[in-house]
C-alpha cells in the first residue's frame, strides 16, 4: 500500500513490489493476478485505515458544518503525518496514466467520487436534520469540500504544512458556513 501510496500506480514497478512484500514475482502474481489486482486491494486496505476515521469524523459530528470540518482537519492530520507518504492515495496515486492504465484511472475516479458523494450524503442528512437550509446547493457545496480535500492533498505532497492546510481548512469552513446559512 505504501509504495503504491508514495510513488503512485505507475511509478511503481514489480521490483518495488515484491521488494517491500520480500516475495518473488512469481509469487505475486499467484496470490493477486496482476499489479493492477493488487493495487485495487492496495486501495481497498487504504480506504478501510486511512479512509474510515474521516468519514466517520463527518458523518457523526453534529451538524453538516462540523461534519465537514471535521473531515477536513482529520484530512489535514493524515496527509502531514510525518509516519506516512504526504497526501492522499487515492487523490495521487493516478495523476499520470497511459491507456493501458485507463481501469486504474477509472477505478481512483470512482474512488473520489465516492468521497463527494460521501459530503453530499451529510448535507442532506443536516437538512433532515435542520441545520441545511433548504435552498442550500448540496451538490456545489459538496464537490466544494472534495475539491478542497483533494487540492490540500496535492498541497501535502508539495510539502505544506499541517498550519498551512489549517488556513485552508478555516477559509472552507467559513466558505461553508455561508453557504448553509438560512434563506433570509
Known sequence: MEVFWEHGYEGTSIADLTAAMDVRPPSLYAAFGSKEELFREAVARYEEIEGGPPLRALREAPTALAGIEALLRANVADYTDPAKPKGCMVVLAATTYTPSTEGVRDFLAEQRRGSTAAVHDRLVAGRAAGDVP???????????????????????????????????????????????????
Open 134 to 184: 433548504p435552498g442550500a446547493d448540496i451538490r456545489g457545496l459538496a464537490a466544494y469540500v472534495t475539491s478542497v480535500q483533494f487540492g490540500m492533498s496535492l498541497q501535502a505532497r508539495d510539502g505544506a504544512s499541517a498550519e498551512e492546510l489549517s488556513t485552508v481548512v478555516d477559509l472552507a469552513v467559513l466558505a461553508c458556513a455561508q453557504r448553509l446559512r438560512p434563506l433570509q
